[in-house]
């Protein structure tokens, strides 16, 4: 059970909407996501409530296990996932948590609050388990036994990046280098505790938490604060967003610069990888989203956020500026937060959403692991969860993700198959 003090959760749905779970996907349909539950922050006596209350950063952990909150302040709440089986679709308990979760000894999970000392900005979970060295652990807490750990870093306002162990709660390494607030933070998904942070200092850097968060390079060319960084599944690409009308690619394995990405007409603030690599999304301030091949450079798809009819407010400035973009689990949709007051979810082959979901103040968006559910943050401190289109994969899609998941657009251009089937391969068929 949630703890109460600390913030509320507020049944949304009826019991016989959620207990049929979220409705599959077929092209044509448009169904509304039901909004699931809500979580609410307590209010911090000892903090001044109006300096901050933005829930800028949401993440469940790869797992499935746990969900990660910045409510604002200095607080972060470490949620054990499922939040209660009522309030989940049905099916998902199966495969939301993990055994390894539940060590021996240790019980059920238990929620936890971090107190940060700082505004909470981003936050990543490391790919589980996490193998730190024992040289992390005996170093910092010789207390704790040397096992696999989940790890959470916390980006905090004043440029120092936490990294906290999950289970326990512990604070493990506090990181220093930035010189301005630290707007978002990602893990290598190998597993290698490689680390990247996206500052407002204009720089992203690259910290290694197996060497005790040894600071490895710091990556310059951004003339405006970093928004947004994301790596790309197969550890061979980092993608960063600056408020820029360009993205900037850099190579995960020299730490240069790839190549920029133009094409969007005012800020980029968002950016994500498909599953497989082969696709990069980015989001912007001009209410666009833009698809590319990350491999070329090529734009492959517009995806224009217009206004519906009729507008939802009478502010005609910035009213689909995007916040934030994500891909789900398995590659066929893509959730955007907008600032019409709207969650839109969009199948991968479509120009126009599939469903809406009307959301105040969004700010942020993410898919839980195992498809189904969305998780949106908004200004009020609030998190929301929405249901998501689950599907069953198509034999095509599942062959392609599995041959882009280690195969370049170059090197599938090479093969000797068919044109339409390279087309394919390379998403090129839309």
């Keep these: 059970m949630l703890g109460t003090q600390a913030f509320q959760l507020k049944r949304i749905a009826g019991a016989n909407a959620l207990r049929s779970g979220p409705v599959e996907h077929s092209q044509g349909m448009r169904e509304e996501p039901l909004l699931l539950a809500e979580l609410k922050p307590g209010r911090p006596h000892q903090f001044d409530w109006k300096s901050s209350c933005e829930t800028w950063s949401v993440a469940f952990s790869p797992d499935g296990s746990w969900f990660a909150w910045s409510q604002g302040h200095c607080i972060v709440k470490l949620i054990p996932w499922p939040l209660e089986e009522q309030f989940i679709p049905k099916g998902f308990e199966a495969k939301s948590r993990s055994s390894k979760n539940d060590t021996k000894g240790r019980g059920s ?76 933070l990602s893990f290598t998904p190998s597993g290698s505790l490689i680390l990247v942070s996206a500052s407002r200092d204009k720089t992203l850097r690259i910290w290694d938490l197996n060497k005790h968060g040894k600071q490895i390079q710091v ?110 689990p398995e590659g066929l949709y893509l959730a955007t937060v907008a600032d019409d007051r709207l969650l839109r979810i969009w199948a991968l082959e479509l120009k126009t959403p599939i469903a809406f979901a009307p959301m105040t103040n969004g700010l ?67």
């Design 109 to 184: 999970p238990k929620e936890k609050t971090l107190d940060c000392g700082q505004i909470v900005w981003g936050l990543a979970f490391s790919p589980w388990p996490s193998p730190p060295s024992r040289k992390l652990w005996v170093r910092h807490h010789p207390q704790v036994p040397d096992v696999s750990c989940l790890i959470l870093a916390t980006g905090l306002n004043d440029g120092q990046i936490k990294i906290w162990e999950v289970q326990t709660g512990l604070l493990l390494l506090n990181l220093s280098g930035h010189q301005d607030v630290v707007r978002d």
């Design 219 to 328: 990556l310059s060319g951004h003339l405006q604060w970093v928004y947004c960084c994301s790596i790309s599944p197969d550890c061979s690409m980092l993608c960063s967003a600056a408020g820029e009308k360009s993205v900037f690619l850099w190579s995960m394995r020299s730490y240069t610069l790839i190549r920029k990405l133009e094409g969007h007409q005012s800020s980029v603030v968002s950016c994500d990888f498909s599953p497989d690599s082969a696709l990069l999304v980015t989001a912007s301030y001009d209410t666009s989203v833009i698809m590319w091949d990350p491999y070329t450079g090529e734009r492959l798809r517009s995806l224009h956020h217009t206004q519906l009819s009729p507008p939802m407010d009478d502010s005609d400035v910035h009213i689909s500026s995007l916040r934030s973009v994500c891909f789900s």
């Design 364 to 430: 942020c968006c993410t898919f839980f692991p195992h498809g189904g559910v969305i998780a949106t943050g908004t200004r009020d401190g609030h998190v929301q969860f929405w249901t998501a289109p689950r599907v069953l994969s198509s034999l095509k899609h599942l062959c392609r993700k599995a041959l882009r998941s280690f195969l370049t657009t170059y090197q599938v251009l090479a093969l000797p198959i068919p044109k339409k089937m390279k087309e394919f391969l390379t998403y090129r068929t839309f």
